[in-house]
């Protein structure tokens, strides 16, 4: 039943329809269906096979940003259910959470930002394309404890070391973890900037950030 519903979901990201999307990511919910395995076993794969095709010529703007919306509309859709199913009720530190400046790409911030929520993390979500200067004022003013920065594009990624480079300009480098994540970042990308942590997907992040915390 779930494979069957889980083939529906990546088509229907495929077909770009939102209203399917909706239907099915509640139909998930009502069957007790994880939130987060409908997300990376069913509406993912369709995404990633929009983008591979987009990347190989054979899809176009339009159906990535379709796909992009229809994936948006499902995460929603499931957003509750995942907010639900978070048992930690403690608060285990604050997060400031972005897309770094010039990336508009939100779905797997969001998803971040739901799961380290729904883990007990209080989120500060300044949604796509923030400004360096938006990101660590906001790490002040909240006294944060972890800044979180998402990136898609290997054209943006340089912004999460320019944050921590004007962290370090301001001699307040020390004061928060930085914590990276987005399908280009890597390991290597990790050391070179100096951040504290990463990781490759959603509850990762949790996992990373309650390390961070000295929770884990
Ligand atoms: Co764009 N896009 N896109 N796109 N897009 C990619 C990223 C791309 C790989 C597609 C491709 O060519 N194969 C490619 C980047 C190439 C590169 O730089 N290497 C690309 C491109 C080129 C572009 C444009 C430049 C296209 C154009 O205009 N010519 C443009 C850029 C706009 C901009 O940002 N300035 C663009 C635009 C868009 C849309 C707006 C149409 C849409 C986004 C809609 C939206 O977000 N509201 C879109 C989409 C949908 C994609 C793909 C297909 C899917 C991204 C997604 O939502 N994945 C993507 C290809 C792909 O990744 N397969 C692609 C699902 C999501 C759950 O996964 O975001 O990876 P993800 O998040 C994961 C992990 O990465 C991790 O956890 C998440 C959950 O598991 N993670 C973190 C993410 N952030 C984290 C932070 C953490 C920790 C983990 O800690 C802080």
């Given at each position: 039943?779930?494979?069957?519903?889980?083939?529906?979901?990546?088509?229907s990201?495929?077909d770009?329809?939102?209203d399917?999307?909706?239907?099915?990511?509640?139909?998930?919910?009502?069957?007790?269906?994880?939130?987060l395995?409908?997300?990376?076993?069913?509406?993912?794969?369709?995404?990633?096979q929009?983008?591979?095709?987009?990347?190989?010529?054979?899809?176009?703007?339009p159906?990535?940003?379709?796909?992009g919306?229809?994936?948006?509309?499902a995460?929603?859709?499931?957003?509750?259910e995942?907010?639900?199913?978070?048992s930690?009720?403690?608060?285990?530190?604050?997060?400031?959470?972005?897309?770094v400046?010039?990336?508009?790409?939100?779905?797997?911030?969001?998803l971040?930002?739901?799961?380290?929520?729904?883990?007990?993390?209080?989120?500060?979500?300044?949604?796509?394309?923030a400004?360096?200067?938006?990101?660590?004022?906001?790490?002040?003013?909240?006294?944060?404890?972890?800044?979180?920065?998402?990136?898609?594009?290997?054209?943006?990624?340089?912004?999460?070391?320019?944050?921590i480079?004007?962290?370090?300009k301001e001699?307040?480098?020390?004061?928060?973890?930085?914590?990276?994540?987005?399908?280009?970042?890597?390991?290597?990308?990790?050391?070179?900037?100096?951040?504290?942590?990463?990781?490759?997907?959603?509850?990762?992040?949790?996992?990373?950030?309650?390390?961070?915390?000295?929770?884990?």
């Open positions: 039943m779930s494979a069957e519903l889980f083939q529906k979901m990546a088509q990201i495929i770009g329809d939102s399917v999307a909706v239907e099915l990511a509640n139909e998930a919910v009502a069957a007790g269906v994880d939130p395995e409908a997300i990376t076993s069913g509406f993912v794969i369709g995404v990633n929009v983008g591979e095709a987009f990347s190989c010529g054979d899809a176009f703007l159906e990535l940003v379709m796909a919306e229809a994936m948006k509309a995460v929603l859709a499931l957003e509750p995942m907010q639900k199913r978070g930690e009720r403690q608060m285990l530190g604050k997060v400031v959470l972005a897309t400046a010039g990336d508009i790409h939100e779905i797997g911030k969001s971040v930002g739901t799961m380290l929520s729904a883990s007990g993390f209080q989120v500060y979500d300044l949604g796509v394309d400004a360096i200067d938006k990101i660590i004022g906001k790490a002040i003013e909240v006294n944060a404890d972890i800044i979180a920065m998402s990136a898609l594009l290997t054209t943006t990624m340089v912004k999460q070391r320019e944050v480079e004007e962290l370090e001699n307040i480098r020390g004061k928060f973890k930085i914590m990276v994540g987005g399908a280009p970042v890597t390991k290597d990308w990790v050391q070179k900037i100096g951040a504290d942590g990463y990781s490759e997907d959603a509850i990762g992040a949790v996992n990373i950030a309650k390390a961070l915390m000295g929770v884990a």
